[in-house]
């Protein structure tokens, strides 16, 4: 299941280094966002953009480029200034986390902008002022600087975050297939089979046989565990057959 963000923009406000910005796409092109808008960018044909939007240059090529932060709101309904800068106007700053579960629900009928300033100087106090709501990354107050790029990753990871737990999603990219019994007992009667070409014993009262039943009762094999040792086995009575005895 795919999160529909195409009514979410990362606003990037006259960023100097074109690789922020291809570091930011390639963390956009992860987590499922595709709208970027650009106040006054550098050169965006650079080696270092390129390089460093790995796989998701496209993003940077149909991003809508601007001249002016208000130009650049007037693109959306909704924005989000994302910023360090605290002010009366403000009475608190909403974390990450927080501000992405808003997004979702107001992404469906609003276009949203989260808006990022300056590597320098961030966002001005007037630019935080004309946006609806401001969030800010708790850091560790000695060093509360993070790059651009970093705090884009971190932003729509959580907005793909909470997009997963909206709708009971389980962290993996694609769903474990559990081995089923009748392949256990597959593996199982292969192993036997070879003890007994083999001529290993069992040892007193069948220990061998009830201890690997045991094994396999504890464990929580994929399909491709069990595939794994299917192979390995097969291997092995390859072998046996080009020596001349043959498998039962």
Same mark, same amino acid.
């Given at each position: 299941?795919?999160?529909?963000?195409? %009514?979410?923009?990362?606003?990037?406000?006259?960023?100097?280094?074109? +690789? %922020?910005?291809?570091?930011?796409?390639?963390?956009?092109? @992860?987590?499922?966002? %595709? @709208?970027?808008?650009?106040? @006054?960018?550098? $050169?965006?044909?650079?080696?270092?953009?390129?390089?460093?939007? =790995?796989?998701?240059? $496209?993003?940077?090529?149909?991003? *809508?480029?601007?001249?002016?932060?208000?130009?650049?709101?007037?693109?959306?309904?909704?924005?989000?200034?994302?910023?360090?800068?605290?002010?009366?106007?403000?009475?608190? /700053?909403?974390?990450?986390?927080?501000? #992405?579960?808003?997004?979702?629900?107001?992404?469906?009928?609003?276009?949203?902008?989260?808006?990022?300033? *300056?590597?320098?100087?961030?966002?001005?106090? &007037?630019?935080?002022?004309?946006?609806?709501?401001?969030?800010?990354?708790? *850091?560790?107050? &000695?060093?509360?600087?993070?790059?651009?790029?970093?705090?884009?990753?971190?932003?729509?990871?959580?907005?793909?975050?909470? /997009?997963?737990?909206?709708?009971?999603?389980?962290?993996?990219? #694609?769903?474990?297939?559990?081995?089923?019994?009748?392949?256990?007992?597959?593996?199982?009667?292969?192993?036997?089979?070879?003890?007994?070409?083999?001529?290993?014993?069992?040892? /007193?009262?069948?220990?061998?046989?009830?201890?690997? %039943?045991?094994?396999?009762?504890?464990?929580?094999?994929?399909?491709?565990?069990?595939? *794994? /040792? $299917?192979?390995?086995?097969?291997?092995?009575?390859? =072998?046996?057959?080009?020596? +001349? $005895?043959?498998?039962?």
């Amino acid at each position: 299941m795919k999160p529909d963000f195409s %009514n979410v923009y990362i606003i990037l406000h006259s960023i100097e280094n074109p +690789g %922020n910005i291809g570091s930011a796409a390639r963390a956009m092109k @992860n987590m499922g966002l %595709n @709208n970027m808008v650009l106040i @006054n960018p550098p $050169d965006l044909e650079a080696e270092e953009a390129k390089k460093l939007a =790995y796989m998701s240059y $496209d993003i940077i090529e149909k991003a *809508t480029i601007v001249s002016s932060f208000d130009e650049a709101i007037s693109l959306v309904d909704i924005t989000v200034a994302t910023t360090r800068r605290k002010g009366k106007w403000r009475e608190r /700053f909403m974390p990450p986390e927080e501000i #992405s579960e808003l997004i979702l629900v107001k992404k469906e009928v609003n276009k949203i902008g989260i808006i990022f300033g *300056t590597e320098k100087t961030g966002l001005t106090n &007037d630019e935080v002022v004309k946006c609806d709501y401001a969030s800010e990354i708790p *850091t560790v107050v &000695d060093y509360p600087s993070l790059n651009i790029s970093q705090a884009v990753m971190i932003y729509v990871y959580e907005l793909y975050r909470a /997009f997963m737990r909206t709708n009971n999603l389980k962290p993996f990219s #694609s769903p474990i297939k559990k081995a089923s019994g009748r392949e256990y007992r597959r593996l199982f009667e292969r192993v036997m089979n070879l003890m007994k070409v083999f001529d290993i014993s069992e040892g /007193f009262e069948n220990k061998f046989s009830k201890s690997l %039943n045991r094994l396999f009762a504890r464990t929580e094999w994929e399909t491709k565990d069990i595939a *794994t /040792f $299917d192979a390995f086995l097969k291997h092995i009575e390859q =072998y046996v057959e080009k020596k +001349g $005895d043959k498998i039962r």
